[in-house]
Nanobody, 122 residues
Framework: VQLQAYGGGLVQAGGSLRLSCAAS????????MGWFRQAPGKERDFVAA????????YYADSVKGRFTISRDNTKNTVYLQMNSLKPEDTAVYFC????????????????WGQGTLVTVSS
C-alpha cells in the first residue's frame, strides 16, 4: 500500500490550501480514509475522516467549519480542503487508511503516507 500526500506549502493566515492523497495497492472504495497532522514538538493529532462512500465525514473540533474532507473513488484520491487557515494549523499533514468502517474511532489506521508540510504565516 502506498499513500502519496501532496499539496502542502506556505500560506498566509486566512488563506486556503487543498491537500491530496493518492492511494495505490489498496481497494480504495472499501477503505476509510483519514487525515492527521503533527506540529513541531507535538504528538500526531486526528484532523478528519471520511467513510468509504463519502457519505459520513468526521472532524476534529479544531478544524470543524474550516476544513472539508472529500474523496474521489474513481481516482483513488482523498482531499482536504483547508480554508481560513491559522498559524496553529502549521504541521506535517498525513493521510492514512484503514479497513475499519468507523470514521469516529480515530485509531486503527493500517497504513500511513509520508506527509506534506503546511506552514501558515501570521
Amino acid at each position: 500500500v502506498q499513500l502519496q500526500a501532496y499539496g502542502g506549502g506556505l500560506v498566509q493566515a486566512g488563506g486556503s490550501l487543498r491537500l491530496s492523497c493518492a492511494a495505490s495497492g489498496v481497494t480504495f472504495s472499501t477503505a476509510t480514509m483519514g487525515w492527521f497532522r503533527q506540529a513541531p514538538g507535538k504528538e500526531r493529532d486526528f484532523v478528519a475522516a471520511i467513510s468509504r462512500t463519502g457519505g459520513i465525514r468526521y472532524y476534529a473540533d479544531s478544524v470543524k467549519g474550516r476544513f472539508t474532507i472529500s474523496r474521489d473513488n474513481t481516482k483513488n484520491t482523498v482531499y482536504l480542503q483547508m480554508n481560513s487557515l491559522k498559524p496553529e494549523d502549521t504541521a506535517v499533514y498525513f493521510c492514512a487508511t484503514k479497513t475499519d468502517p468507523s470514521t469516529t474511532r480515530i485509531g486503527g489506521y493500517d497504513y500511513w503516507g509520508q506527509g506534506t508540510l503546511v506552514t501558515v504565516s501570521s
